[in-house]
């Protein structure tokens, strides 16, 4: 597998950030006795308008661990450049 290049790089790095603020956003309104469906349709699809089956990607995917996987990618190729 070849190595990304900086533009895919920096598409995937905005996708996992724009990851992350739906996640805030979810968890912000999320409580025990609220549904995920209805946290999705009153408070994160009139911002994102993004399917349930996105939402659910999101939330199972690890943020932090791959936006730090990136950063080095990034980093790595700018010092070698």
Do not use: F
Not at 20 to 37: A, F, N, R, V
């Amino acid at each position: 597998m070849s190595i990304p290049n900086n533009r895919s790089l920096g598409i995937q790095k905005n996708k996992l950030l724009r990851y992350k603020l739906i996640k805030e956003l979810y968890q912000k309104h999320k409580t025990e006795d609220i549904p995920t469906t209805v946290v999705w349709r009153k408070y994160v699809y009139p911002v994102y308008p993004i399917s349930r089956t996105t939402l659910y990607e999101i939330l199972c995917t690890p943020i932090t661990s791959e936006l730090k996987k990136i950063e080095e990618l990034i980093n790595s190729k700018n010092k070698s450049s």
